[in-house]
């Protein structure tokens, strides 16, 4: 094989507010922690069995790891693709550790918050598409019912801020 792959993606929530440290060239790094949880029913009981996973997220993209601090907290549902790195460290103690975490590097990665904008499980996904904030994701659009696609109109907060909506579609020429 000529070539390997490092890539992950992750759906899940997180397990805890992020927390923002400051390198010693003062760029910030924002880390927290991701669940994600596989469910099934067992064939022999028919009972419902669930098994969390946790996953330790670091972000080195700036601009991801400012709206990772200010529009995600615990609970929140996210989508991320990162890199799946092992670092070894001293503890306080003394001892060697290793510690295996996905990460979102300075010019790679994506984060789309699915949540609503105004509160968690609402089903609204958001995604930027700003400059500089990720990739957007084919997630972020909602479905238009047939009978707002048969009369043009889009639905309320659909794809709002993007230039195909300011563009008015009765300009007679």
């Known amino acids: 094989m000529a070539g390997s792959v490092n890539k992950v993606i992750l759906i899940g929530n997180l397990g805890r507010d992020p927390e923002t440290r400051r390198m010693n060239s003062g760029d910030p790094v924002v880390s927290f922690s991701l669940a994600t949880t596989e469910s099934w029913r067992d064939k022999a009981s028919g009972e419902r069995k669930d098994r969390t996973?946790?996953?330790?997220?670091?972000i080195f993209n700036e601009n991801l790891g400012r709206i990772a601090e200010q529009y995600c907290k615990k609970g929140s549902k996210v989508y991320l693709e990162g890199q799946l790195q092992t670092r070894e460290y001293t503890d306080k103690d003394g001892n060697q550790r290793k510690v295996t975490e996905i990460v979102l590097q300075r010019f790679r990665g994506e984060l789309t918050l699915l949540d609503s904008r105004g509160g968690r499980g609402e089903g609204e996904e958001r995604g930027y598409e700003e400059p500089g904030f990720g990739r957007s994701?084919?997630?972020?659009?909602?479905?238009?019912?047939?009978?707002?696609?048969?009369?043009?109109?889009?639905?309320?907060?659909?794809?709002?801020?993007?230039?195909?909506?300011?563009?008015?579609?009765?300009?007679?020429?």
């Open 53 to 58: 996973e946790w996953h330790n997220i670091v």
């Open 137 to 173: 994701s084919p997630m972020e659009r909602a479905p238009q019912r047939s009978s707002e696609r048969s009369e043009g109109r889009r639905p309320a907060g659909a794809g709002a801020g993007r230039a195909a909506d300011i563009i008015d579609d009765d300009i007679p020429f």
